[in-house]
């Protein structure tokens, strides 16, 4: 069994007319997941209601109060914009802080199954820094889950490797100071959000950027785990696996120009098994609703067989 982190209350978070962000997304990986040959190796599970988690101390650590205060009254008030494409509707800060739950419990069935679990939640996080939302993302799930993780009995190192096809700048800015977390990101450069450079190593060595040139398919990303991925994570012998799983990369994706196919990612993720069972894959990016499900699809394979 897969336990798979999903409510509906995730497509609450309003996005509006055309963006690409959209709850569609989640219904159109649910919908895959439920047809597909596993389906009945799916442990659907909600996630614990924020009121009975305390978010707080741990959101506060990764973001300032003013940020936090910012998106709950911009909700509050009925809405707006963090930045230009990163839309607050009356509902966002509190499916955020779910979001952020369920991350959490991501890590929490990691850790007691020892295996691999997936959260389907929305709004993504990668690029939330510690004062900023930005690219459709308000709190940095990723980072908090390794926090987080950092607190459970037994774990000394996280390492959170970020496939989505652009660079998560606010992950890699929150925990390239922690040396109990390692970070690598493989994303189309140039590229938004424009970070990302080979020359950024975090102040403990504890980063690895990956820039692919815009064209690129599977026969740059294959020599690229196997020779770079793959090493530095098995190095830092993390006791969690965090995946920011964007599947913005494909071919078919509108945000990008990246030449991946959805069985790819079946690819990347038994690199990743090949390092830890202890996997937790959240979700980020990905555009294209049939290229995203399938490669959803195909991630959630490989860990079952
Ligand atoms: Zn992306």
Redesign the pocket.
Same mark, same amino acid.
């Given at each position: 069994m897969l336990p798979v982190i999903y409510s509906d209350e995730f497509l609450e978070h309003k996005t509006g007319y055309l963006h690409p962000e959209k709850p569609e997304r989640l219904i159109a990986i649910t919908t895959a997941l439920k047809a597909a040959t596993f389906a009945s190796e799916i442990e659907w599970r909600s996630p614990t209601p924020v009121d009975r988690r305390h978010l707080m101390p741990l959101l506060l650590e990764v973001h300032t109060q003013d940020y936090i205060d910012k998106v709950r009254e911009i909700a509050r008030s009925g809405g707006g914009y963090i930045d230009t494409d990163t839309a607050i509707s009356p509902r966002s800060y509190d499916v955020a802080l779910l979001a952020v739950s369920a991350w959490l419990d991501g890590v929490d069935a990691v850790l007691e199954t020892g295996n691999p679990a997936f959260v389907l939640a929305r709004p993504?996080g990668?690029h939330a820094e510690k004062n900023d939302g930005m *690219?459709f993302c308000l709190f940095a799930n990723a980072a908090i889950a390794a926090l987080y993780a950092l607190k459970q009995p037994g774990i000394n190192r996280v390492a959170i490797l970020d496939w989505?096809?652009?660079h998560g700048n606010g992950t890699q800015a929150i925990v390239e100071t922690n040396p109990q977390i390692a970070y690598c990101s493989l994303h189309q450069y140039p590229c938004?959000p424009g970070t990302g450079k080979a020359s950024e190593t975090g102040f403990h060595n504890n980063v690895l950027n990956l820039p692919i040139p815009p064209g690129s398919d599977l026969s740059v990303y294959q020599p690229l785990f196997e020779k770079k991925v793959v090493p530095f994570l098995s190095d830092f012998q993390p006791d969690l696996l965090i995946v920011s799983a964007?599947y913005?990369a494909n071919a078919a994706d509108p945000?990008?120009r990246i030449n991946l196919q959805p069985q790819d990612y079946g690819l990347f993720t038994d690199y990743c098994l090949g390092i830890t069972r202890k996997i937790l894959f959240g979700l980020?990016? *990905?555009y294209d609703l049939t290229a995203l499900s399938q490669s959803v699809v195909a991630t959630i394979e490989r860990c079952l067989i």
């Amino acid at each position: 069994m897969l336990p798979v982190i999903y409510s509906d209350e995730f497509l609450e978070h309003k996005t509006g007319y055309l963006h690409p962000e959209k709850p569609e997304r989640l219904i159109a990986i649910t919908t895959a997941l439920k047809a597909a040959t596993f389906a009945s190796e799916i442990e659907w599970r909600s996630p614990t209601p924020v009121d009975r988690r305390h978010l707080m101390p741990l959101l506060l650590e990764v973001h300032t109060q003013d940020y936090i205060d910012k998106v709950r009254e911009i909700a509050r008030s009925g809405g707006g914009y963090i930045d230009t494409d990163t839309a607050i509707s009356p509902r966002s800060y509190d499916v955020a802080l779910l979001a952020v739950s369920a991350w959490l419990d991501g890590v929490d069935a990691v850790l007691e199954t020892g295996n691999p679990a997936f959260v389907l939640a929305r709004p993504p996080g990668h690029h939330a820094e510690k004062n900023d939302g930005m *690219g459709f993302c308000l709190f940095a799930n990723a980072a908090i889950a390794a926090l987080y993780a950092l607190k459970q009995p037994g774990i000394n190192r996280v390492a959170i490797l970020d496939w989505d096809v652009h660079h998560g700048n606010g992950t890699q800015a929150i925990v390239e100071t922690n040396p109990q977390i390692a970070y690598c990101s493989l994303h189309q450069y140039p590229c938004y959000p424009g970070t990302g450079k080979a020359s950024e190593t975090g102040f403990h060595n504890n980063v690895l950027n990956l820039p692919i040139p815009p064209g690129s398919d599977l026969s740059v990303y294959q020599p690229l785990f196997e020779k770079k991925v793959v090493p530095f994570l098995s190095d830092f012998q993390p006791d969690l696996l965090i995946v920011s799983a964007g599947y913005d990369a494909n071919a078919a994706d509108p945000l990008a120009r990246i030449n991946l196919q959805p069985q790819d990612y079946g690819l990347f993720t038994d690199y990743c098994l090949g390092i830890t069972r202890k996997i937790l894959f959240g979700l980020e990016g *990905g555009y294209d609703l049939t290229a995203l499900s399938q490669s959803v699809v195909a991630t959630i394979e490989r860990c079952l067989i």
